[in-house]
């Protein structure tokens, strides 16, 4: 799943800065959930955004409890300030 949260480049850096169940990984796999904000990872430079929006955050859906991993990116998203454009 991708998320691609409103406020250019760096809210997608917010955005996985704010995540505390989620794992941070440039690389999915395994049984727990990742994000990785794809222009943090150096995908951008390696051509394997496919386009994605700087933004952009992918998440990898673990075995979690939905409903902790649901409060936990909902939590994050309410961290993101009203405008954030912060470079990546």
Do not use: C, N, Y
Not at 15 to 21: E, H, I, P, V, W
Not at 28 to 34: C, Q, V
């Amino acid at each position: 799943m991708t998320v691609v949260p409103h406020g250019g480049p760096g809210a997608g850096a917010v955005l996985t800065d704010a995540l505390r169940l989620v794992s941070i990984a440039a690389s999915a796999g395994g049984t727990r959930t990742k994000a990785a904000h794809l222009a943090s990872t150096g995908r951008r430079h390696s051509g394997e955004t496919f386009g994605a929006d700087d933004a952009a955050v992918r998440f990898s859906i673990g075995l979690e409890d939905a409903e902790d991993l649901i409060m936990d990116v909902t939590s994050a998203l309410d961290s993101l300030p009203k405008s954030v454009d912060r470079r990546v």
